[in-house]
């Protein structure tokens, strides 16, 4: 699994991001040699008397996953080995690595995380991805809890830490929500070693920008802080497209196509509905984006793939983001004739509705914006701030609240081009703020645009338009909210 940059920006702006990564790498770096000195480093047998979970559960478990059996995982459990268990973990844990991520490192932290835990504590998401573990392994737990003080302790007490990108986190989250619907608490909360290109998840929750490799004490830190830190909530978001039925559409993997259509009736549309759609669902946690950020991010994302050797590690993925973007008309627009090329208020309409209201809302789009983005986290691109830092009486004078990634609401601003961009990310200047909103409806009709480019959390893909009939993205807030560890 890949991971995305999360928006596009200028190379100032991505050295600025470099530069800002490095500095938190070397802060990280200095304060593990600090602590070391006034005697605060980690004790390795203690962390792993904190954190391991007893063998003979963490046996059942990965039988449990590998066989796709519940009752394989319960029957081969030895729970007179539970007698031998005299204080049970305060802190039980279990780890999610991408080994693809963080380049040639991935695998290395792998390794030094099976040392201090466990191998049978270590899930590749090669190997185990974390729907099987919530279906198989979870379920065994729960079940031998039953009758065995030691696994319902493990199980309410369980902590996850998911090494990775973005994308890796918001998966594991995903595979977790659903343990709400079926009624199974306590929902075990999430830390991240971050190993992507943006973290923003990572940054927003106080685990930095970067893993710093360069000190094995780091990750003995990360975990102890993970079996410790106090717990804080995030907003996830249901997005649901409704297109006209026919069109071939390659839509990313956390975008699933589903048999029910849940387009809201209430508001009156620009285009025609045709009488058969297909829809797709899928679940973000930082943002969506329509416009030229995303189309710079599917060219980046077809040329990765194509030319995989390119991908070694999130500075070079940097540089050939930023040398891309400017092959795509974010900064040099080749053809102004192109109607791909102009502004989305052409082809876009937006609906919100506001926290507490049940009625449908017009807010205009600005002219001359290329991208308009639906944000939840403080962080965007690796790291930016592109809503701003808001005085108090600009934020009256709009009817706006501080944003939080926990209050309801996603904020919609838009961007022009690539500099524009550029000075947004490098907080020269803010994005120019469209609305807040607790749902958002965007109705998007082709005329002379052929097709127009979206992404989620980093995944992007390419929509096809009809002159015709519209295609509907409608944003709503998942119920129950995610659990998060912070790091600082």
């Known amino acids: 699994m890949m991971e995305q940059p999360s928006s596009s920006t200028s190379s100032a702006a991505d050295a600025s991001a470099d530069a800002a990564d490095t500095a938190a790498g070397e802060t990280s770096f200095r304060t593990a040699m600090m602590d070391s000195f006034r005697g605060l480093r980690v004790d390795r047998e203690e962390l792993r008397r904190r954190i391991s979970i007893p063998q003979y559960l963490r046996l059942a478990i990965r039988r449990a996953i590998y066989s796709k059996d519940v009752a394989a995982g319960v029957d081969s459990a030895d729970l007179l080995a539970a007698d031998e268990v005299d204080i049970p973990p305060e802190g039980p844990m279990v780890v999610f690595i991408n080994s693809r991520s963080g380049g040639r490192h991935g695998p290395e932290l792998k390794l030094r995380l099976q ?118 909530r995030l907003d996830s978001w249901d997005l649901s497209i409704t297109m006209p039925a026919g069109e071939v559409v390659e839509m990313p993997y956390s975008m699933k196509l589903t048999g029910e259509c849940t387009l809201d009736q209430d508001v009156v549309v620009n285009g025609q509905l045709p009488e058969k759609v297909t829809c797709y669902d899928g679940v973000f946690y930082n943002y969506f984006s329509i416009g030229m950020d995303a189309q710079v991010a599917y060219g980046f994302h077809h040329l990765r793939n194509e030319k995989p050797y390119l991908a070694q590690g999130p500075i070079a993925n940097k540089l050939i983001y930023s040398g891309y973007s400017c092959t795509q008309g974010w900064f040099f627009t080749p053809c102004v004739s192109d109607p791909s090329l102009r502004g989305l208020n052409n082809i876009l309409r937006i609906h919100i509705k506001k926290v507490n209201c049940s009625e449908w809302e017009k807010v205009r789009v600005p002219p001359n914006i290329r991208s308009v983005v639906a944000l939840n986290l403080n962080n965007y691109a690796s790291g930016r701030h592109p809503w701003g830092n808001l005085t108090p009486e600009y934020l009256e004078k709009r009817g706006f609240v501080e944003a939080s990634p926990d209050d309801g609401l996603l904020e919609i601003f838009g961007l022009k081009h690539g500099w524009h961009a550029s000075f ?17 409806r965007f109705e998007v009709r082709g005329g002379e645009w052929r097709e127009s480019f979206m992404q989620i959390d980093g995944e992007p893909w390419k929509q096809p338009l009809d002159k015709e009939y519209s295609t509907f993205v409608e944003i709503r807030r998942v119920p129950n909210q995610s659990i998060l560890i912070r790091g600082e």
């Open 115 to 232: 040392q201090l835990m466990g191998e049978e504590q270590v899930y590749d998401l090669s190997d185990v991805k974390p729907n099987e573990f919530v279906e198989y392994g979870l379920a065994c737990l729960e079940q031998l809890s039953m009758g065995d003080p030691i696994a319902k302790h493990i199980r309410e007490k369980l902590r996850i830490v998911v090494a990775g990108g973005d994308g890796t986190v918001g998966w594991v989250l995903g595979s977790l929500g659903g343990l709400h619907k079926d009624g199974r608490y306590p929902i075990p909360p999430v830390s991240i070693i971050p190993l992507g290109t943006g973290n923003d998840l990572s940054r927003s929750f106080g685990w930095g920008g970067s893993f710093p490799f360069a000190w094995k004490t780091a990750v003995k830190r990360s975990l102890q802080k993970a079996s410790m830190g106090s717990l804080c």
């Open 424 to 440: 947004v990310m490098v907080e020269l200047i803010s994005a120019k703020h469209i609305a807040q909103a607790a749902a958002i």
